[in-house]
């Protein structure tokens, strides 16, 4: 699980950010290209799919890069959806090997892995044990205030 690799599920989630943001501008940069792929594959509304994808797949990366950790967790599923279609639409169903049989898979397995964390999508801290009035966790430090905190909180 996710929880029990934090660097790993940082890295995994800054990857597939990344690829994600780069395959979704490539809806829109590649319009033609893309319109056609998705014409050929017999999709209603062909136009309107591949720059609904796009949306998702350039919001969905940026939100694995920059997003809290209930956002990220968010666009991993979104985004592991659309790795479902690629793989049965494309994949499957055109025999498309590269991306649809190769990285799609793995991609899914990444937002499914990153969705289904406890640690919230790789965030360095589990949000059950922080306190938000101290920089101790609840696992870690004293669990003390410091008097500032005290102070700000306790009015």
Do not use: C, Q
């Amino acid at each position: 699980m996710p929880s029990d690799h934090p660097r790993l599920a940082r890295a995994v989630r800054i990857a597939a950010g990344v690829i994600f943001v780069l395959a979704g501008a490539g809806k829109f940069v590649m319009h033609g290209a893309e319109l056609d792929a998705f014409r050929r594959y017999g999709l209603p509304v062909p136009g309107a799919l591949v720059l609904m994808i796009g949306v998702v797949e350039v919001s969905g990366g940026l939100a694995l890069l920059f997003g809290g950790a209930v956002v990220r967790r968010l666009a991993a599923l979104f985004l592991a959806s659309t790795m479902v279609g690629a793989i049965v639409v494309s994949g499957i169903g055109e025999g498309e090997v590269v991306p649809s049989l190769t990285l799609a898979p793995v991609l899914l397995v990444a937002m499914v892995w990153l969705a289904w964390s406890p640690r919230r999508a790789g965030s360095d801290v589990h949000p059950v044990n922080v306190d938000p009035l101290t920089s101790d966790s609840a696992a870690g430090g004293g669990g003390e205030r410091s008097a500032a905190a005290r102070a700000s909180h306790d009015g």
